[in-house]
């Protein structure tokens, strides 16, 4: 085991703000409640714990304070190496990225409750994101739901073993969407400059596998584009309809990134512990790439003409195209290991150099999520994420 004191930026950090792991829970449920109740409709809409469920919640919460801390965490903290720390702490930093972001989707298009952070809802997006599926605004809610319970759970399992953990609070600086719905808060994250990566949709439809040398094109190109509306926009219009189509497709960007980067780091990984964490956060973060995957062929035609536009096809007109087809969904076998052996249906890519958290970090930004930033945050990023990378199992 080798805890020895934790050196690096987030040092800094912590002078800047006090250690945020349950400031962070606090505001953000604070801020919660203020939404409660509101929202474009609660027709089929709930939240998925029960009352009783949250006290549980509460109480196991305080109990992660106490008890846990000294007995479970302790024991289990035990053989924890300063790489594994590093993976930890690049994984919480891109968690709390993703529900920033996502935080921002649910204000104008998820289900508004006391769970996680609303706004107001915006009824042209919420609309335009059913056209894909009535469903969306349930799963965008419990999308960020779940990336605020990782962020939490990765920064209270650092604090419970001795680490610092994670606060971005002082770089939540980027402007909010001015349309109807939206809580005008300072943002980490900037989702209405976006380049989409939608080659996902095609390397899950494919034999070959990055890992490999494969490079995939681009299905449609998504470039400097909005994935939530900047200012209301007319219900039903081309141009509400391509920002929710836009965001069909990060939604799946996102979290088949997520898939990579947690099958990728757990090969790194020491502890028992921290692998079963990075194992069960990493299968839910493929469980809703699966979900988005499906979402997104569901997105209909739409053209933006001209400079700065968009087109995205009539899915539905690729069927019998193997490489594009709409409903080829499931992972279709590919390389893996060793191209001699067998096709084999998995998570792609999970090399470092592919799906690695220097590569992740290279995906976010190279997706302007951080136009806007100050150059600090994104060189902390940077170094946090070729930490991570440089962890090696068992040192
Ligand atoms: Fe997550
Ligand atoms: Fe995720």
């Known amino acids: 085991m080798a805890r020895a004191a934790f050196c690096c930026d987030f040092v800094d950090m912590k002078t800047m703000n006090e250690p945020s ?64 720390i590093a993976i930890l702490r690049w994984l919480t930093a891109a968690e709390i990225i993703e529900g920033d972001l996502w935080q921002q989707y649910n204000e104008l298009g998820g289900i508004q409750d006391s769970e996680v952070p609303g706004g107001s809802g915006n009824e042209a997006y919420t609309g335009a994101l059913e056209v894909l599926d009535e469903d969306m605004p349930q799963y965008i809610h419990d999308n960020t739901d779940d990336e605020f ?39 980490l994250t900037n989702l209405m400059h976006l380049n989409v990566d939608t080659s996902w949709y095609l390397r899950y439809r494919s034999a070959r596998n990055p890992d490999f040398g494969f490079n995939f094109p681009q299905l449609i190109i998504i470039a400097n584009r909005p994935a939530i509306p900047p200012m209301d926009l007319p219900s039903g219009s081309d141009a509400i309809q391509a920002i929710a189509n836009t965001a069909a497709f990060h939604f799946a960007a996102i979290e088949q990134g997520g898939s990579s980067l947690y099958t990728t780091l757990a090969l790194k990984v020491t502890n028992e512990t921290v ?46 195209n193997e490489d594009k087809q709409k409903n080829l969904i499931m992972p279709e ?63």
């Open 21 to 84: 792991a349950n400031s962070f829970t606090a505001t953000q449920e604070n801020e919660a409640q203020k939404g409660e109740g509101k929202g474009p409709s609660a027709k089929n809409r709930i939240s998925r714990r029960s009352f009783l469920g949250k006290s549980l919640a509460l109480g196991a919460g305080t109990m992660g304070a106490g008890l846990l801390a000294e007995t479970a965490v302790a024991s289990a903290s035990a053989g924890i190496t300063q790489g594994d």
């Open 149 to 187: 319970s990782h962020a939490r759970f990765l920064n209270a399992f650092l604090v419970s073993i001795g680490e610092q953990p994670v606060n971005f609070d002082a770089f939540r600086t980027l402007p909010s969407s001015q349309a109807t719905g939206a809580r005008q808060i300072g943002r």
């Open 275 to 320: 692998l079963r964490i990075v194992i069960s956060i990493g299968g839910s973060e493929v469980n809703h790439f699966a979900i988005w995957h499906d979402k997104a062929g569901n997105a209909p035609a739409v053209s933006i003409p001209g400079p700065g536009g968009v087109h995205f096809p009539d899915l539905g007109s690729f069927d019998g």
């Open 333 to 395: 076998p590919c390389d893996f290991i060793d191209q001699h052996l067998p096709d084999c249906s998995v998570i792609r890519p999970s090399s470092v150099a592919k799906g690695g958290a220097v590569r992740a970090f290279h995906a976010f930004n190279d997706s302007r999520l951080f136009f806007g930033q100050s150059t600090a945050f994104v060189a902390m990023l940077s170094k946090l994420a070729q930490d991570a990378d440089a962890a090696e199992r068992g040192i």
